[in-house]
């Protein structure tokens, strides 16, 4: 009789284990978290096939200054998204292609390309702004800025044009080829 009851304490205690485990309530309602909505999330303020964007947020107690940080975080994440993007459309390219000498082509590619993201930076567009006051009086301001893909397309392919040893090596349709196939990557990341 004894070591029927000793076997039926276990079952019991797996029995009661089992039961609590569904009553158990979901782990995200335990935990008490927010979600919380980010100024900007939607697709239209997203890269895609047409634009460069990006957005970013500035706090500080004075509004001014709230709105000068936003706009250099987010004209500096747009320059550097502009950056490896030609980065790598110059690397595809010199590699599908045969350049004279593609070292010094790639080196003087990416020169020329910092100069047309700094020429193009001052061209950007603001799309959206929100102003929010938080709780401890600062503000925080949040941009979202657009630089059209044609724009920056049209100035490197200006730039190149001008230095004759880069027009020596350069295919524009080609190039615009890779540089076309990498927006429509950046803008289905986006989606």
């Known amino acids: 009789m004894k070591t029927k009851n000793l076997l039926l304490i276990p079952a019991i205690a797996v029995l009661s284990f089992t039961a609590c485990k569904s009553k158990k309530k979901p ?3 335990e935990t008490g978290a927010i979600e919380i909505s980010v100024p ?4 239209k303020y997203r890269t895609d096939v047409d634009a460069f964007r990006s957005k970013q947020v500035g706090k500080s107690p004075d509004l001014a200054t709230a709105k000068k940080i936003a706009f250099q975080n987010a004209r500096a994440e747009m320059a550097a ?3 490896a993007m030609v980065k790598r459309v110059t690397d595809q390219y010199t590699n599908q292609r045969t350049v004279g000498n593609a ?3 790639e080196n003087k590619f990416e020169e020329l ?3 047309v993201v700094n020429l193009e930076m001052s061209n950007v567009k603001e799309i959206g702004e929100k102003i929010f006051k938080e709780t401890d009086g600062a503000y925080s301001y949040w941009i979202a800025l657009e630089a059209e893909k044609k724009n ?3 100035k490197i392919d200006s730039k190149i044009s ?11 349709q080609k190039f615009q080829q890779i540089f076309d196939s990498e927006m429509k990557k950046l803008g289905d990341e986006g989606k």
């Open 27 to 29: 782990i995200q309602k």
């Open 40 to 43: 900007f999330s939607e697709s």
């Open 81 to 83: 998204n502009i950056n």
């Open 103 to 105: 070292q010094e082509f």
């Open 113 to 115: 390309s910092r100069e």
């Open 152 to 154: 920056v397309f049209d």
């Open 162 to 172: 001008s230095d004759a040893k880069l027009k020596l090596d350069y295919d524009k």
